[in-house]
């Protein structure tokens, strides 16, 4: 095998695994230890650009756009799940536009030729495509191993296709409970869940998309670690018989530069760890209630706080995410330089192992 490891990445199209993807990307591109790593990042043409904002200035992570194939009921030019109204029911044709992209990622793999392709849980159908190639494939899951090894593994199978929301408030067989302070859920988290395995249009469900990537890979990714999850990790890799490579966590550097002298001004009023900060996420929106509550419940805390409201294009709701003290010290320990180099050398050095097997 050359000297230079060659990667191809296909995640979903929504930033909340578009980012992920491009950060493991960063990562493994840029890591002293690896001997080199190409990545070939794919997504749809309209992503593109943005995709490369992200990206530093030198590095050796190209972008490939994908031209997504018209969809009935997709309006026309949308290519991620940002370009969509929250709540929207188009979101599930995305998945479909991207199973009708089969035939270009074949034929990109087929010019392209990578050791590894590195998959999300829409492209299911994959590995069909790459192993006859001589790629070996590679499911990365952007949701914590926890949320894989409660959801998504074929244990949930004895319920049959439909389960309830009974089956779903209870872990599924052979969960690792007693390590884990999760013994049911509630029935509205269950609800929630139902979800996955529900068809739209006939398609497949999330369920099935997810459980085919990783039966059909040859191994696992995922940001985590042992230290953090090392029971669910066992219990997948049980499950599937697959290995997980662990990668720690995936997340943007921290920022550098200085602040606005008007956020330095008022967060220098307070001391150090007593400013709240509240965010959901970029596509995860609040109703006007839902804003209500949550500013209440922190004005009741006596706390000061600051709140990120970033209005979708419709223009009514919030969107928020709660980021608590003791977050802030797993994030400082986890994002140490000497800690960081050491999961991505491993990985890289797995990655390495996997594609000459």
Known sequence: MDSELHVVMCPFLAFGHISPFLQLARKISSCAASGGVRVTFLSAAANVPRIESL??????????????????GLPPGVESTADLPPTSPAA?????????????????LRELRPHLAVFDFCM????????????????FSVFAAV???YLTVPARRLHGPAPTLGDMMSPPPGFPSAASSIRSVPAYQAADFLYIFKSFGGGVCVYERVVKCIESCSAIVAKTCTEMEG?????I????????LLAGPVV???????????WAKWLGGFAEGTVVFSSFGSETFLTDEGERELLLGLEMTGMPFLVVLNRPKSGTNGEHEEVRKKHGKWREFLLEKELQDGFTAKLVERLRQLAKA
């Open 55 to 72: 990206l530093p200035a030198s590095t050796s992570i190209s972008v490939v756009p994908l031209h997504l194939p018209a969809v009935p």
């Open 92 to 108: 599930e044709l995305l998945k479909l536009a991207v199973d009708g992209t089969r035939p270009q990622v074949e034929s990109l």
């Open 124 to 139: 299911q159908w994959l590995p069909e495509v790459a192993e006859p190639l001589g790629v070996r494939t590679l499911f």
């Open 147 to 149: 949320s894989t090894a």
């Open 231 to 235: 029971p669910y990790i066992d219990y």
């Open 237 to 244: 890799e049980r499950q599937f018989g697959k290995p997980m």
């Open 252 to 262: 943007p550097a921290p920022l550098e530069g200085k602040l606005e002298a008007r």
